[in-house]
T-cell receptor, first 115, second 116 residues
């Protein structure tokens, strides 16, 4: 079965510092991977997705993620954190074993940004 | 605004009661997915409908049921409610399921259910 694991339920960075949110996947076939962001009292918004076209994926709001097959990782980064980046971030993998394409989510990482 | 509309936004009810959550997908999307988000369980997939037909079931309790109507809106029915059913329920939609798996889900703002 496919799954994702997010390392660290809480990450705190200073404004302007590098953001690194970790995600490792488990899949016996090439996966399709996603990062979503959830701001307080809102739904989930797509940040970026990996669909095998390129290993480095750029998303919205300056975020990017790199697919590393050898490490089974898809970590999310942003060079310089902004206060508005404070939110919860979810890594997800597309369930390829069932028709329908539902997403399987990790437990989420809450990002805090200190002034 | 994501284009996925969920009502009601908040709902407070008592144990043993029944509620219905409604979802209108983005215009043109045929698939509707329901997820439950709670502090202890995270985001759990409940059920998926495509063009009126059930396509996949997740960890959905027997007390819960769903359907998708001809106009493509969907309803999630929760009955014999328990305290543990308190959660945020999300609906998401996508154009159609794809064998490739590169299926982007667009989420609504959620319905927050509180069972007292």
């Amino acid at each position: 079965a496919q799954s994702v694991t997010q390392l660290g339920s809480h990450v705190s960075v200073s404004e302007g510092a590098l953001v690194l949110l970790r995600c490792n996947y488990s899949s016996s076939v090439p996966p399709y991977l996603f990062w979503y962001v959830q701001y307080p009292n809102q739904g989930l918004q797509l940040l970026l997705k990996y669909t095998s076209a390129a290993t480095l994926v750029k998303g919205i709001n300056g975020f990017e993620a790199e697919f590393k097959k050898s490490e089974t990782s898809f970590h999310l980064t942003k060079p310089s954190a902004h206060m508005s980046d404070a939110a919860e971030y979810f890594c997800a993998v597309s369930d390829l074993y069932n028709q329908g394409g539902k997403l399987i989510f990790g437990q989420g990482t809450e990002l805090s940004v200190k002034p | 605004d994501s284009g996925v509309t969920q009502t009601p936004k908040h709902l407070i009810t008592a144990t043993g009661q029944r509620v219905t959550l409604r979802c209108s997908p983005r215009s043109g999307d045929l698939s509707v997915y329901w997820y439950q988000q709670s502090l202890d369980q995270g985001l759990q997939f409940l059920i998926h409908y495509y063009n009126g037909e059930e396509r996949a079931k997740g960890n959905i309790l027997e007390r819960f049921s769903a359907q998708q109507f001809p106009d493509l809106h969907s309803e999630l029915n929760l009955s014999s409610l328990e305290l543990g059913d308190s959660a945020l329920y999300f609906c998401a939609s996508s154009p159609r399921p794809t064998a490739s798996g590169a299926n982007v889900l667009t989420f609504g703002a959620g319905s927050r259910l509180t069972v007292l």
